[in-house]
Nanobody, 121 residues
Framework: QVQLVESGGGLVQAGGSLRLSCAAS????????MGWYRQAPGKQRELVAR???????RYADSVKGRFTISRDNAKNTVYLQMNRLKPEDTAVYYC???????????????WGQGTQVTVSS
């Protein structure tokens, strides 16, 4: 009953920008940490950025200074602003969130379906 829906992926030239969005919906009492991960073909999934409920952030070294994660708690939405994109950023980007449902007292981990980001050289 909890779903994460991503949007904003696409094709962009190197040096360009994209803004990803991920909205959580369903039987949600509260959301703790939210984040973005990515997986390129033939590679392991890796952390891109995370943000706590209080707004503290963490970034992969490869994206520091270029990407910014933010959230809108009223909309249960997390964003990833990606600037100065590089071909190495090409991957499927997955949204993730720690969600407490009304019916339980603990947080579960949920994942979005992924959105493709392709950066051409």
């Amino acid at each position: 009953q909890v779903q994460l829906v991503e949007s904003g992926g696409g094709l962009v030239q190197a040096g360009g920008s994209l803004r990803l969005s991920c909205a959580a919906s369903g039987s949600i009492f509260s959301i703790n940490d939210m984040g973005w991960y990515r997986q390129a073909p033939g590679k392991q999934r890796e952390l891109v950025a995370r943000i706590t409920s209080g707004g503290s952030t963490r970034y992969a070294d490869s994206v520091k200074g270029r990407f910014t994660i933010s959230r809108d708690n009223a909309k249960n939405t997390v964003y990833l602003q990606m600037n100065r994109l590089k071909p190495e950023d090409t991957a499927v980007y997955y949204c993730n969130a720690e969600v407490r449902r009304y019916s339980v007292r603990y947080y579960d981990i949920y994942w979005g379906q992924g959105t493709q980001v392709t950066v051409s050289s």
